[in-house]
């Protein structure tokens, strides 16, 4: 076959549509009879009509008598009439069939006296008046669904009633996915350094069910060509659309492209997106073949956008335009020229504006498609968005869970992912979208009115106090309630064991000692400043103090992974991650919350949870908090 590779980072909608272009008319959707009882979902391949009507003979549509309308005629208050039971008048429940002869009902509750004579009725009844007609509902021969129809249970039923007992759907098309690379281990294996654990299978194979297809996943197959020949030849013998996850860059042990190219048509190799560039698209024995990177967020975003479409396509199905919003953005983001962006999202609505914050931006970062709320595009010929601009967001969850979420943006703790879990728990509200840049950054969030709440913990050095000087300072002319959360112990987190013997944080200026700090206007950063002012130590005497993390958790990663010898943190991390903790001090996280957002039902419901017992026994149980004035208001 001609060889089209094209290599000079194309748009990635010009991409899909070279693809889509050179696969015309060799994809052509396929049908498939199944049980009506079984077709949740599917897609229609043709019209369906009715094969009888419904009901399908005059039902009753009360519970009363059936008469002959002609023989009331007449009747009034002054002229009523009895009409003989058995005879002129028959009993008859709902949905019975209207007995031969009648052409109305009388309702229980309209008829004047019941005897022995009969039944007293004292006003006339129109002809069918409370009878349900042969076809009222459906009439045998009409369009029940049209082709391109998703069904779903309400469909089933009116199918059912319809006489249709096997409907004719679009075959769901066959998605195979090859997992690749000598370093991918499945889930349940026990990880050496340098494995990588095989997530990304799992969540490609969903996605395709998600989306109407049927996944397979083949054995992961290590980068030798032949094996990886095998395996892709038997995925194209078998399966409609051929995934094939990493060795799609231009790496040693990269063969996805040749494979492709080797045996069918390479379009094209990479193209101009942020996170995904080295994607492959061709075809391989006249099946589209999208050869997916295997960074995490990179496998999915690529999936949506390269994916989706080809099992939608055989489905008979166009993509859809994804559903957004217009959200303004809570800090400047910048990207570089050439590639669009897709930049994952916190969204919640703050007063009336939409607020996105940006979360991490990294292609492995799985657990940013975890806390996104949607995504936000950034194109390709602009270096990003300034802070305070509204911007579109795609969306990932639906509006009215966002409707319900609280934004925090501040200082990070561990207890803000326990009240968040707290408040779904009760049901009835979005929890917690929570931003960590700092408390500062918080503190500055809440006067450009981006966020409900700020966690902080900000040690003013003159007083000794938490937080007051700062909110006076920052925010002179908003009310603002401060609301404790908890009281955290704050100390150095070093490997088990202490291998270095570090005991005080002199012991950070000794030589060789790698420390991580937490990024500038954090609260630990703000007390490690001071602590040092304390014991005469510059920042410069420390290697690493410019080194930083916007987490707890990053700190004791850090620590744990050894990249750090040595961190400043709140014990809770040390203990998540077996770290030895060498006790500083104690300090007072507090909530600064607006006073406008007290009375708001999902604030109240946050600070029930705040105050109750079983959240606090949680808190507790992660280590190093005290909950002595937890949910107490400063005044």
């Known amino acids: ?41 599917r897609v229609t391949g043709a019209i369906i009509r009715a094969e009888r009507s419904s009901p399908h003979f005059a039902a009753s549509a009360m519970d009363g008598y059936a008469i002959r309308a002609q023989e009331t005629h007449g009747l009034s208050e002054r002229e009523p009439r009895w009409l003989e039971l ?34 007293l009725l004292q006003a006339p009844v129109v002809p069918w008046n409370n009878v349900r007609p042969v076809g009222e509902d459906i009439v045998e021969g009409e369009v029940l669904l049209p082709i391109h129809h998703r069904i779903r249970p309400q469909d089933q039923g009116a199918l059912l009633a319809a006489g249709v007992l096997e409907v004719e759907v679009r075959c769901k098309p066959k998605v195979g996915i090859l997992p690749t690379g000598d370093e991918i281990r499945p889930p349940e294996a026990l990880l050496q350094v340098g494995d990588i654990v095989d997530s990304n299978s799992t969540v490609l194979a969903s996605l395709v069910e998600e989306w109407g297809g049927s996944a397979t996943i083949w054995p992961i197959t290590p980068d030798q060509p032949k094996q990886l020949e095998e395996a892709i030849l038997k995925m194209a013998a078998s399966q409609d659309i051929l995934v094939i996850i990493a060795g799609s860059s231009q790496g040693r042990d990269d063969y996805t492209s040749q494979m492709i190219e080797k045996h069918g048509t390479l379009f094209l190799h990479g193209v101009a997106i942020k996170p995904g560039k080295p994607v492959a698209l061709g075809e391989v024995q006249g099946k589209p073949t999208v050869g997916i990177p295997g960074y995490p967020v990179s496998s999915f975003l690529t999936a949506h956008l390269f994916l989706e479409p080809w099992v939608r396509t055989l489905q008979g199905l166009s993509k859809g335009l994804p559903n957004t919003l217009e959200a303004v953005i809570s800090k400047k983001v910048f990207s570089s020229l050439g590639s669009e962006e897709f930049v ?20 492995g970062v799985t657990m940013s498609l975890v806390r996104a709320d949607g995504m936000l595009r950034v194109p390709r010929l602009q270096e990003g968005f300034h802070e305070g601009e509204t911007v579109p967001v795609e969306l990932l969850r639906p509006v009215s869970e966002l409707e319900e979420t609280l934004v925090c943006i501040g200082s990070h703790d561990l207890t803000l992912d326990v009240l968040s879990s707290h408040m779904k728990a009760r049901g009835g509200h979005g929890g917690i979208a929570s931003a960590h840049v700092g408390s500062l950054a918080g503190i500055l969030s809440l006067r450009k009115k981006e966020a409900h709440f700020a966690g902080i913990h900000l040690l003013d050095p003159d007083t000794g106090e938490y937080n007051h000087s700062y909110l006076q300072r920052f925010l002179p002319e908003r009310d603002i309630a401060l609301m404790n959360l908890v009281y955290r112990t704050q100390g150095l987190l070093v490997p088990k064991g202490n291998p270095l013997n570090i005991k005080t944080l002199v012991d950070l200026a000794r030589s060789g000692i790698r420390f991580i700090n937490r990024q500038g206007g954090s609260g630990t950063r703000v007390l490690l400043d001071y602590l040092l002012q304390k014991q005469d130590l510059g920042k410069e005497q420390i290697l690493g103090y410019d080194r930083e993390e916007f987490t707890h958790l990053g700190i004791a990663v850090a620590v744990a992974s050894g990249s750090a010898d040595v961190g400043l943190g709140i014990q809770s991390a040390a203990e998540a991650l077996g770290l030895d903790f060498i006790f500083i001090g104690e300090e007072r996280y507090d909530l600064a919350i607006p006073r406008e957002y007290l009375e708001e039902p999902r604030m109240k419901a946050m600070i029930s949870v705040i105050q109750s017992k079983a959240f606090q026994e949680d808190v507790l149980a992660l280590g190093g908090y005290d909950v002595r004035e937890t949910g107490m208001f400063y005044a």
Do not use: F
């Open 1 to 41: 076959m001609e060889r089209q590779i094209y290599l000079e980072n194309k748009a990635w909608q010009e991409g899909l549509a070279l693809m889509m272009e050179k696969l015309a008319g060799r994809c052509i959707p396929k049908n498939e009879s199944v049980d009506v009882r079984s077709s949740l979902h």
């Open 344 to 363: 994952r999202v916190k969204v919640g609505k703050v007063g009336e504006r939409w607020v996105a914050a940006p979360l991490s931006r990294g292609a």
């Open 86 to 119: 058995g005879v002129q008048a028959i009993q008859v429940d709902t949905g019975d069939p209207i007995p031969e002869g009648m052409d109305a009902v009388v309702m229980l509750e309209d008829v004047l006296e019941l005897g022995e004579r009969g039944i």
